[in-house]
Structure formats: structure tokens, C-alpha cells
């Protein structure tokens, strides 16, 4: 059957016909790459990363950069069904006839889905099941900082920034006659893992002992983000996706150092873009997309230092473009950004309740700022403010859960004496269970059990039953998985096989999630969520400690012990903190 005649029966046809309008060429070169994102196609086509790496790859004499998506479930029965083998989106391609297959992982969810199409474009799941008929499987992104879970699927693992090393990785395949040479000369790269050359010992209680072989991989770092290739085209969609809209990257890494927050410690030094820069992409980014919308995005762009002038500069170059951003700390926020910006919900993360918990995360919010954004904003003319919380943090009490509802009962006060509008408030509160990371202060901590965790729901949901309040919260299964994932050892690949030979993908879609195939899988492996979900010490070997990140393990140990003493270190505005990566880069803060 042709594919025409497949697409005519899915759901939604336009996620797998390609050629986007901005999107680049069909034909094979000397070498060629597929650019796999492991969710569906709204997902993936409003993820930036991916549309870097795609602008770095093409970038290169002889390099020929394709993509393929996740197929929603309907599609991918039809090409198992029609024995038609996973493609990619422009060239119509399979995917086993790449030389290389790069999957974006942003998410430990998405793993399952990393084997759902890989089986779909009929390459043998296991690395060691591939031969030099097949592509080599490679993987970046965030999740990447601990590859483990994930070692027995993946030939070759990307730590870090993706600019710095993927043109270089590009030219060193072509320039090698077999896998196997490339793999070896590949791994003496800054910025590369591959699994096979490290190997884990354990001891007789299953905890690790040590690693063997290659026993550190550095991240690779773009040191300079104005002179980092970023894409001046970016394709618009052949159907809506979750951001329809322009992005430009103001700046990577975090100054707040929030002890929970992964990215903000693997994404260190941070590294910021000029207004001439960020003004420069836009207009490129704007004109050649027809986009009406333009997102600027970071970990915390109310940061930025040089906001106000960067959004009076994009008003004179695009007067009829709205700008988004997405990431206001309550801190930093000021009524000249939203009125500046377009005026839909607003959305704030106090993260906690109490001031003594922000203080424990390091969320350095007090109460007076948290009342003075959401009075700007209403001044303003907002009528809808979204709320994110975690639950389940380090000392977290009833008191602190109980906080959370006094800040609500708080806005909703502020509202009412000051409202100019009719309409009633709107304040979306939604829960968040505290999934411990690696290189974070907090990577040892436990996280909360089943119980305690509905009766965390119980007491919130008591409290927060008020007219014009909504309140939601995630699935403990999906949270304590992720958990598991986060902080998986090697052992974990057999559990996450055994899930994806039961059904398991898609996972981080309600619909698709099965909590019972990753019960079973755990128990044909011998193994429980419990001994990755526990306590850590110190002192134990962490199945990522051979990955260096440049933030010392001894700062996180001592940010650790302050959380407990209630201490806050304060953001890198107020001066370095010594974290480490100040000794081999200049963070444009320090």
C-alpha cells in the first residue's frame, strides 16, 4: 500500500506529510542525518532545540538533515500493519537508511517512545543487535546529564550543548570507514558518552561501587550564545502545534539557583544574547515565517537584564507582532513587561506555600512581591492568574500546604479592592509532585509515597473548594516513574524494554499511560521504583557521577545542608557562589 493511501486513514494526516513551509530539502547527500523528537508532531515542531541542531547539521559540506516525529497510535498500527517502516518527514525516506538518527530527549517518559520508533522503522532495539547495516542511534537534550537508563538502546550520547559538538560529529562520521572507528574516535570528544567503553561495577547489595574505563565525560559548552548558530528560518506547522509562534533564545542557564531545578544547574554558566542579536533574529524569524507572534524564551527571562530595552526595540521593529514570555519570575516581574506584551492569563510559580519552604528551595519570593505582581497585573486588566506549586518538597509540612490556599485567599482579597473590570477572577492553581534530579541539591532526597501524597491532595483540595478557583495536580504513577527514570541506573534499560514489549509508549500521554505494564516490568527485572525513589547518602557512587557538568558535587552537598538549615544562598545577581563552573567558564553574571 502507498503512503497516500495510509494517510487517508489517520486522524490527522498533515503531522506526516513534511515539507513545511521554512522547512529544507529532500534529497540524500554524502551523509545523512534524521533529527527524531520522541512525542507527536505539536510537540515537536514548537521545541527550539531541535530546530538548532537541525540549522547546525545542514550547516555542514555534504550533510543532508531530515526529521521525523512520534506517530500518534492510529498512524503507527497502519505502517506496522502495512509493513511500512517509519520515515522521514521531507525525504520520505526510512529511517534505517540514515547513516545517523539523533533523538531530542527532553523528557524521561519519552524512553519507551524512543523504542516505539525504532521498532516502527524496523531497527533492532538494543545497541548491540545493530551492525554497520544499521544507523548509528544517538541522543541529547536535558535527559542525556544521566544516559544510563538508556545505555543499552543508544550508541552515542550528547552531553550538553548540541551547537558545540554536532557539526564536529558530522564531520567526523564522514570521515571514518566503519561504526565501530567512528564510536572510538568519537568518544575522546568533549561533550560525547558512548556506553559501550564505561562500564558499572556494583557490589553484592546492588549499589555501585565505581565505574570502568572512560570515568568522566565532560558536558560541552557554547561559551559564546551571540556567536552561536541559531536558526534565522524556523518551519511553520502544516497544523497548529502547542507554540505557534516565533522563538528566539534570550539566554541559557539560571542565576536563582532553586535547589529542585535541574535545568537550572546543568545549563550553567549562564550565557545571555545582545538586543541586537535577539532584535536581529526576530525581524529574520518574523518575516521569513509570517508568524503574528513572537516568544522569548529562557529559563527566567524577567532576568534578563537588558528586558526593557530588548522589548522597546522589538515594538519599533515589529509594531504589529505580539511578544510572550513565558517564564516571569515573581521577582522580577514589573507592569512594564505586561504592558508591553499581550494580555491573556498570567502565570506565576510561587513554588511554595510558606516563606520558610521558599527559603528551604532557595526561591528567594517573599510575600510583599508575590501581592505586588498580581496587583500590577490586575491593574493592568488581568482577570485570570495560573499558579504552579510542588508538593512533596524537603520538611514540607500541612502548614506550608496550607499556605498555598492562603496565598490564593490573598490574590482574591487584592482583586477585589482593586478590580477595574467587571469579570470575575479566574486563579488556576495547579500541583506539582517533587521529583528528585540529578545535579541538584536535592538528587539524594526521597520522594513522597502514595499515601502521603493523596493525603496532600485531600487537604488542598479541602481548602481550595472556593468559587473561581481551580485546582489540579498530576498523576503520583506518571511522577514516581519520571523519579525512577531520573535517577535510573543501567539495570533500568531491562525494566523500560520489558514496559515497551508490554505496550508501554507515549507514556507522558494520560491516555497511552498504563501504570500496571511498568508494574510488571519491574517485577520480571527483579527490581522496584522504591530503590531509585528512596533516600540517598553522600556517600553513596550516583549512576551519573561520571558526568561532569561543572557544578562541583560538594556545592550541591553544601546547598543540600543548608536547605535543612532554612538558609538561602540568593541568585548569582548578588555575586558568585562558588558552584564551580566559574573555574572553567565566565558567567556573564559573575
Known amino acids: 500500500m502507498k503512503l497516500n493511501d495510509l494517510l487517508i486513514k489517520a486522524e490527522k494526516p498533515a503531522r506526516y506529510i513534511g515539507g513545511e513551509y521554512g522547512s529544507g530539502g529532500k534529497t540524500f547527500k554524502k551523509y545523512n542525518y534524521c533529527l527524531c523528537f520522541p512525542d507527536v508532531y505539536e510537540v515537536a515542531m514548537s521545541n527550539l532545540g531541535i530546530r538548532i541542531v537541525e540549522k547546525v547539521m545542514a550547516d555542514v559540506d555534504g550533510v543532508f538533515v531530515d526529521r521525523c516525529f512520534a506517530p500518534w497510535d492510529d498512524f503507527g498500527k497502519l505502517l506496522k500493519e502495512n509493513d511500512m517502516p517509519l520515515y522521514g518527514l521531507n525525504s520520505k525516506r526510512p529511517l534505517k537508511d540514515f547513516d545517523a538518527i539523533g533523538f531530542s530527549m527532553g523528557f524521561e517518559l519519552c524512553y519507551t517512545t524512543v523504542l516505539y520508533m525504532l521498532d516502527l522503522a524496523k531497527i533492532p532495539l538494543l545497541s548491540k543487535d545493530r551492525g554497520e547495516d544499521y544507523p548509528v542511534i544517538e541522543a541529547g537534550g536535558p535527559c542525556t546529564c544521566n544516559p544510563e537508563p538508556m545505555s543499552q538502546f543508544i550508541d552515542l550520547f550528547i552531553l550538553g550543548d548540541g551547537e558545540a559538538i554536532n557539526d564536529k560529529l558530522a564531520k567526523l562520521r564522514m570521515e571514518c570507514s566503519s561504526k565501530a572507528e567512528y564510536l572510538q574516535r568519537a568518544s575522546k570528544l568533549q561533550g560525547v558518552y558512548v556506553p559501550a567503553f564505561t562500564q558499572v561495577k556494583y557490589d553484592d547489595n546492588g549499589l555501585i561501587e565505581g565505574f570502568l574505563g572512560i570515568t568522566e565525560v565532560k558536558k560541552a559548552v557554547v561559551t559564546n550564545l551571540d556567536k552561536a548558530v541559531f536558526p534565522p528560518v524556523q518551519p511553520v506547522g502544516n497544523i497548529e502545534v502547542v507554540f505557534d509562534r516565533a522563538i528566539v533564545e534570550v539566554m541559557r542557564g539560571c542565576p536563582r539557583g532553586c535547589r529542585f531545578c535541574q535545568a537550572g544547574y546543568i545549563y550553567r554558566p549562564i550565557r545571555m544574547r545582545t538586543p541586537e542579536t535577539l532584535v536581529a533574529q526576530a525581524k529574520q524569524i518574523v518575516e521569513s515565517s509570517g508568524f503574528d507572534e513572537l516568544s522569548l524564551n529562557s529559563l527566567s527571562t524577567g532576568d534578563y537584564p537588558c528586558l526593557i530595552e530588548l ?43 510558606t516563606q520558610r519552604l521558599r ?135 531491562n525494566v ?15 491516555e497511552f499511560f498504563k501504570p500496571e505494564i511498568w508494574a510488571e516490568a519491574f517485577k520480571e527485572n527483579n527490581l522496584t521504583p522504591q530503590e531509585y525513589t528512596r533516600q540517598h547518602d553522600f556517600n553513596e557512587v550516583l549512576p551519573w557521577d561520571f558526568v561532569n557538568v561543572f557544578v562541583s558535587k560538594s556545592y550541591l552537598q553544601k546547598e543540600a545542608t543548608k536547605a535543612y538549615e532554612e538558609k538561602v544562598t540568593g541568585s548569582c545577581f548578588k555575586g558568585c557562589k562558588g558552584c564551580g563552573v566559574h573555574k572553567d567558564f565566565k558567567c556573564q553574571l559573575c
Open 359 to 493: 527559603d528551604v528551595i532557595n526561591k528567594d519570593v517573599t510575600e510583599e512581591q508575590i501581592e505586588r505582581c498580581v496587583l500590577a497585573a490586575f491593574e493592568q486588566g488581568y482577570t485570570s492568574i495560573k499558579l504552579y506549586f510542588m508538593m512533596g518538597l524537603p520538611t514540607e509540612t500541612d502548614e506550608d500546604l496550607n499556605g498555598i490556599a492562603d496565598i490564593v485567599y490573598k490574590i482574591r482579597e487584592i482583586y477585589s479592592k482593586n478590580k477595574k473590570v467587571a469579570r470575575e477572577l479566574r486563579v488556576n492553581v495547579s500541583v506539582s509532585t517533587f521529583i528528585p534530579k540529578p545535579f541538584t541539591p536535592f538528587q539524594w532526597e526521597r520522594q513522597i509515597t502514595k499515601q502521603e501524597f493523596e493525603q496532600k491532595i485531600a487537604l488542598l483540595k479541602q481548602r481550595l473548594f472556593v468559587k473561581g478557583v481551580s485546582l489540579s495536580w498530576n498523576d503520583f504513577e506518571l511522577s514516581e516513574l519520571e523519579a525512577v527514570l531520573a535517577r535510573g541506573d543501567r539495570r533500568l534499560s
Open 311 to 353: 522589548l522597546g526595540k522589538l515594538k519599533e521593529a515589529l509594531p504589529d507582532t505580539k511578544i510572550a514570555l513565558p517564564s516571569l519570575r515573581i521577582d522580577s516581574f514589573d507592569s512594564e513587561f505586561v504592558s508591553e506584551t499581550k494580555k491573556n492569563s498570567l502565570t506565576f510559580a510561587p513554588e511554595a506555600g
Open 496 to 510: 523500560i524494554l520489558s514496559a515497551y514489549k508490554k505496550g508501554a509508549h507515549l507514556d507522558c500521554w494520560s
